[in-house]
């Protein structure tokens, strides 16, 4: 039996980190061509729409119609919609060097619940590997940008936007424990499109907006990436440990993204994303190396 057969998680996992590392490193380009965030959020948002139909095509149009499976799945689109939105508004109150090491800390939520709700345990070497990953995230997204104050409410707002997403990473794994892969990915995508209008609404229409094909169609192309990324993420909670799933693909998507650019971009990280990276790298290969543990038996 192959090492994917044995643990698929791991294989969506990776593809995940792949995908969103790519993402990361061309993600900027949208706004560098005049295409706002707002509009973004909407063309992701329909970029959701090509992954949700394929698995749904995939496991034969079966989708869950129970209040839990609607429930569960729309609880997971709005939390990572919502955080979306928000971090909007967060970057025009706040410096981006302090809000995205407190986004980046999510998966510490996340394992949290797991651990104390889910009852989920590693061995030494996955727990040093999560341990390493917490460190390396606030490192990996030291990124100097705008924004310059306004008070205590980006804090706040960050500390929100840190909760929702932790939270959703949970909700994404116990979700799974009774519903379809394929119908929670489809009501993430259909919390996703719920919020589209408010992006819309937020949109400044006064501002110059790329509308030829380095605008919305190279923002479809890269905001695919997401998407799909997202759709593997939720088959990695299918199989996988959350308390595992989520710092790798948190620590390990940077990773790839600050080698790509260092590849096509010759850029060099400071000092502190150097170390950064290499805490990042260290902690996926523990992750990925992490043996698995048999599940304790069930009592009769």
Not at 52 to 81: C, D, F, H, M, Q
Not at 257 to 281: D, E, M, N, R, W
Not at 289 to 296: D, K, S, V, W
Request: aromatic share 10%; glycine share 10%.
């Amino acid at each position: 039996m192959s090492a994917a057969q044995r643990r698929p998680w791991l294989a969506f996992a990776l593809t995940t980190v792949l995908l969103w590392g790519l993402w990361g490193a061309l993600s900027p380009l949208s706004a560098a061509h005049g295409f706002p965030d707002t509009l973004v959020y909407c063309v992701w948002a329909l970029t959701m729409l090509p992954p949700a139909l394929y698995v749904l095509w995939r496991n034969g149009w079966r989708l869950e119609r129970s209040p839990r499976a609607i429930g569960y799945g729309l609880t997971i689109g709005l939390l990572g919609a919502g955080g979306q939105m928000l971090l909007f508004h967060t970057l025009t109150v706040g410096p981006a060097y302090f809000v995205f090491p407190i986004i980046s800390l999510s998966p510490v939520v996340t394992i949290a619940l797991s651990f104390l709700l889910l009852r989920e345990r590693t061995g030494w070497q996955g727990t040093l590997g999560i341990v390493l990953a917490l460190l390396a995230l606030p490192l990996l997204d030291l990124s100097f940008g705008r924004g310059s104050g306004g008070g205590l409410g980006w804090f706040l707002q960050s500390l929100l936007i840190m909760l929702a997403w932790g939270v959703q990473a949970f909700f994404m794994k116990l979700a799974n424990d009774s519903v379809r892969a394929e119908s929670i990915f489809a009501y993430m995508t259909l919390g996703a499109l719920l919020l589209a209008p408010v992006a819309l609404a937020m949109t400044d229409w006064r501002q110059p907006i790329n509308t030829g094909l380095d605008g919305p169609w190279m923002t479809a192309a890269i905001q695919l990436l997401n998407a799909v990324g997202a759709a593997t993420l939720v088959y990695a909670f299918r199989y996988g440990k959350a308390i595992v799933v989520a710092p790798l693909s948190n620590a390990g998507a940077p990773l790839v993204t600050a080698v790509l650019a260092l590849l096509f971009a010759s850029v060099v990280p400071g000092p502190l994303k150097t170390v950064g990276l290499a805490l990042a790298l260290i902690a996926s290969l523990l992750l990925v190396l992490e043996p698995e543990r048999a599940p304790p038996p069930s009592s009769p």
